[in-house]
């Protein structure tokens, strides 16, 4: 796992041009096919979880009164595990898809991390989830909004609910981390979430943005970032991959967007 010792070794000019040049980024921005920000990242952010789920987040605003909903867990539960461990936060997290369902039964047993197999969309009801095609580097990865076309068969009709209706099943008051790794329907929920103010008091949101999914594009993950910024948040951090964002901001700021 990454802790605080190794996150800190990676100066933040350094991360930005690794970013730029990894898989030709820097070309595939210049073509509108990857946004690309620079971030000049907090002291207090730092990395947590094995190399395939690594999130950061700002450790100087975690204690035990912190709660996280982690929507989108697939088989590695790393991330949530180390800030429970480390800090006692408490977690929720949900995804309804079977394979993660059965790690999660396997895996997680302490009981600061419940788990709740729905999914969370812009509508409380059913979604239909599809792999990805047998040629893809990513198999295990089902999405709901991906075009995929007739490539692998449909895993199954699976529930889902509102960013709200999760919350009140958890029944959570105080939402401080909000995460959010769901396959490209990160846009719906971010744009009725924002709409409706359900962010309000969220002082850490940690987004991957999967506009390099077929039927998906890069502007609608600019636009996305905008509205989120707009809503006070700024960019603390950007992963490896340049597809993994967290985004912070001030009390002042959380409690008083509308």
């Known amino acids: 796992m990454v802790g605080s010792q190794k996150s800190k070794g990676m100066i933040p000019r350094r991360m930005n041009v690794y970013r730029a ?11 509108g096919r990857e946004p690309f920000y620079w971030v000049d990242q907090k002291p207090g952010v730092v990395e947590f979880g ?5 999130w950061a987040v700002d450790a100087t605003l ?8 982690s929507v989108g867990l697939g088989e590695d539960v790393s991330f949530e595990t180390e ?12 995804d309804p898809t079977p394979a993660s369902r059965q790690y999660i039964t396997r895996t997680v047993t302490d009981p600061r991390f419940r788990t ?10 059913t979604l239909t989830f599809n792999l990805p095609p047998e040629a893809s580097a990513d198999l295990v990865n089902a999405s ?11 895993i199954k009709t699976l529930p889902c609910l509102t960013l709200a209706g999760a919350r009140q099943l958890c029944n959570i008051e105080t939402l401080d981390i909000l995460k959010l790794d769901i396959e490209g329907a990160e846009y719906a929920v971010l744009e009725q979430a924002l709409a ?3 962010l309000a008091g969220v002082s850490q949101l940690l987004v991957e943005f999967h506009h390099f999914l077929p039927g998906l594009d890069a502007a609608q993950t600019k636009h996305c970032i905008a509205a989120v910024r707009q809503a006070g948040f700024d960019i603390a951090w950007i992963g490896r991959t340049n597809h993994d964002y967290l985004f912070t901001r001030t009390a002042s700021v959380r409690h008083t967007t509308s």
């Open 196 to 198: 409706n103010n359900w």
């Open 21 to 31: 040049i990894r898989r030709g980024n820097i070309l595939r921005t210049v073509a």
């Open 62 to 69: 975690l204690s035990e009164s912190t709660t996280v909903l």
């Open 50 to 54: 094995t190399k395939f789920a690594r």
């Open 144 to 154: 709901a909004v991906a075009d995929y076309g007739t490539g692998r068969t449909t």
């Open 116 to 125: 709740f197999a729905y999914a969370v969309a812009d509508h409380d009801g």
């Open 83 to 94: 800030l429970i461990n480390r800090f006692g936060c408490s977690v929720f997290g949900f």
